[in-house]
């Protein structure tokens, strides 16, 4: 049996910002040669409540759970694109780092490593997940930029009917869940909606969503309605602020969407800019669909070993 309890007393800092030097470590899993010690679980812990703070309402068995989920998935990226990238450039690993410390409204690197501290996050690790994150979009759309089916002629037509209409026209704020097919979609829904009013959407997208938004709480932004489906507009449009959608099937799984806000659009219509725009996000969509089935793929091809 692989796990084992492995002492140690040298300088545990390496990993975690003030943590005990003699620290007793655990092996929890084991991905194919790779370990997930206690020690990487309370590092994740930081890491994941620096994008969703949220995530101290939770019970210290469901945040390890969900730490432990999200190291794994990590895992599973990271040796595709190391088998993918053999060498990344600093500059590139320094972009990289800079659009994510600008999403948090700072604009110098030094500034950021600071607040970093502050969250018993090091820099040098969360660095390196960042990169993970980045080239794994980069290694899928590589494999399936020649999948990507986009119809223009059809997106052009439908925004010109779009703004024809003499409806009022809406973009929203929204955020998902995005899960696999369920049996029994009602009972599913029940325990979701049940888990959503004790600790809230933003942490019930981390525990259960399959989408990338997940580490951010599900997080998708402002989206116009002509952007959306059919079914998925109606969904939303039935809605009031504040509110989840019922499940919407789509072609992968479930889909539950909260509208956090919404307003009107009374700009004039930019039609190449629009098409741009939704051919953009068309192909976005398709990029994370195929992201979720090859991780899948990945993830069901891989030895994971856990300590129960």
Request: no cysteine.
């Amino acid at each position: 049996m692989f796990i084992k309890k492995i002492f140690i007393f040298f300088i545990i800092s390496l990993l975690f910002n003030n943590f005990a030097r003699s620290q007793e470590i655990n092996i929890v899993s084991k991905i194919d040669n790779k370990i997930i010690t206690n020690i990487d679980i309370e590092v994740e812990k930081q890491y994941l409540l620096l994008l969703n703070e949220k995530l101290s309402n939770l019970n210290e068995k469901e945040f390890f759970k969900l730490a432990k989920n999200s190291l794994i998935r990590e895992k599973i990226k990271k040796k595709e694109v190391d088998k993918s990238f053999k060498k990344i450039d600093e500059k590139t690993k320094n972009k990289i780092f800079q659009n994510f410390y600008n999403r948090f409204g700072y604009n110098n690197k030094d500034e950021f490593i600071k607040f970093l501290n502050t969250k018993n996050i090091k820099f040098e690790n969360l660095k390196e997940k960042l990169i993970v994150e980045a080239f794994w979009n980069q290694l899928i759309f590589i494999k399936f930029k020649n999948r990507i089916r986009i119809d223009e002629n059809s997106i052009e037509r439908d925004i010109k009917n779009y703004y024809k209409s003499k409806d009022k026209k809406y973009e929203f704020n929204l955020s998902e869940i995005g899960i696999d097919f369920e049996k029994d979609i009602n009972s599913k829904r029940k325990e979701i909606l049940k888990y959503i009013e004790k600790f809230g959407f933003k942490v019930a997208a981390n525990k259960y969503s399959k989408s990338d938004t997940s580490k951010y709480g599900g997080e998708i932004g402002w989206i116009k309605s002509s952007r959306l489906t059919k079914k998925i507009k109606n969904q939303v449009s039935k809605i009031k602020i504040g509110e989840i959608t019922e499940p919407i099937q789509t072609s992968n799984g479930y889909l539950f969407l909260k509208l956090n806000n919404k307003r009107e659009i009374k700009e004039k219509l930019n039609i190449d800019k629009e098409l741009s725009q939704q051919i953009e996000f068309e192909k976005n969509r398709q990029l994370n669909q195929f992201s979720l089935n090859y991780y899948k793929k990945l993830k069901q091809n891989t030895k994971i070993y856990e300590n129960k």
